[in-house]
Structures are given as C-alpha cells and as structure tokens.
C-alpha cells in the first residue's frame, strides 16, 4: 500500500511592508478581526496562514521585527530562517536550505506572510498537481491584470511566467492570451527543489534599487525561474486558478487590511 505523500510549508514574511503607512510592525501580526482600530484586534493574518496550510513541518522566513514574530508564532513547531538581505522571493527560499534539506516530506508549499484567505482546499488543489507535474503556481484572473506577473502556458503547462514590465510590451493580440496571473504560491516536489535550487543560486538578477537615497545594483534571486530551469529540461509545471481573486489577495496597504478584514468577517 502507498502511503500519502508528506508535505511541508514555508512561508515567507521577512519584509516591512512600507505602504502600511501607520503601523510599526510586521504587517502579517496584523488582526483579521480588528478592535478599536484595523491595525488592533484578534486573529493574526500570520497565525491564520499557519493553521490552514497542511500537516507537515514549517518554516518561517524572517527578518523585519523577527522578534515579534517568534513571539507571536511561539505556540506552533516552526523552523525560523532568517533573511538577512531581501533579496527576492528565490532568495529567501535559498536561506531555508538547511530546513529543506534535513526535514522529511516529499513535496513543499510555498507561500506568502500576506495572503491570509487561501483555503485549505486550494493548497491540496495544488499538491494533487503534482502527481502529475514536478511544481505547480496558483494562478487567479483579476479583473485588471496590469501589473501582475502572467503565467504563459502551452498545453496545459506553464513555460514561464512574466512580470507586467516585459508581457505589456507584447503585441496587444498576446497580451489578450494572458489570462492566468500569478498568486506567488507554488507546490514543488522535494527532489525536484533540492536540484533546481542550487542551479537558482548560480543564477542571479541584477537589480537597480535604492538604498539610502542611492541608486546601487545588488542580486536578487526569483523562485519563477525554477519553472523555465525545469520545463528547460523537459520537467513540466501545472497551475490550479482560484474561484475568486480576493482569495489570494495580499494585505499590503490599509485598504487591503479593511477589504481582508471585512472579506474575513463574512466567512
């Protein structure tokens, strides 16, 4: 008799988030069901992302107010890794090596400090894709998908995905073929991962920001270039889309955490 694969999780929250102009803190600790203020209550987005992903070991990418974080996460069994540069989403699945590596499960979900309203039902969604593929996105269609990163799929396979700043650029009849945007969640089988990211680390971005009133070019890491590294070798990525695109919308500003708050409130 086969058993059931085993799963673990990492969820990455290691930034600021700096549009949330009023609040100090690390902005997954914020409440679901607010009190006196959206930024004061009950029901962290972190805690609810933690219950709802599946049994297995979990990771935690921190940094920002990592103190806090531990504190609040305290009551779970999690494996903190710190990301002492934000360095891009590849990047902070590259400091969770050691917990990668040692743990036993067969296959990972990655995913985001920010999205407190993916269901449980949609992360086994995209673990059943795995029978069939080596990694799996979580694609939604947003009513205005400017700005979103766009999967490119060929035969019920996603080949890349495309950030807004190069598909909007295309001619206007490609750009109407892209209809699946990316959620930034992923579902990776365990080998396939361990190979793939040490081909990821040799394979940096070169990136303009600023820091500290200037311009420098640092290196930044993007999970997204897995799935070419993969379907370059003939491995195949798969996609599930969510019903609704508020499921995987992230609380990024104070209009977002009143809409999650309010969205939370109705379940």
Known sequence: MTKDPTTASIIFAAGRGSRMKEYEGNKTLLPLVPDESPYRGTRPILVEIIKNLPPGPK??????????MIEATGSFD???CEQPQLNGTGGALLV????LVEQDYDQLIITMGDVPLVKPATYHKLLIELKRYSMAVLGFQPEDKKKYGALEIEEDE????TEWKYWN?????????????NA???AVRRDELLKYMDILELRPHKVSKERNGKMVEIEEFFIPDLIEFMHNDGLKTGYVVTENEHEVMGVDDLSALEKAQELFRRE
Not at 170 to 177: A, G, L, M, S
Request: glycine fraction near 2%.
């Open 59 to 68: 990771a935690l990418v921190v940094n920002y107010k990592k103190e806090e």
């Open 78 to 80: 999690l494996t903190y």
């Open 96 to 99: 969770c090596r050691k917990f």
């Open 158 to 161: 996603v080949v890349r995905i």
């Open 169 to 181: 650029k295309y001619p206007e009849d490609k750009q109407n073929q892209l209809n699946i945007m």
């Open 184 to 186: 930034g969640i992923y």
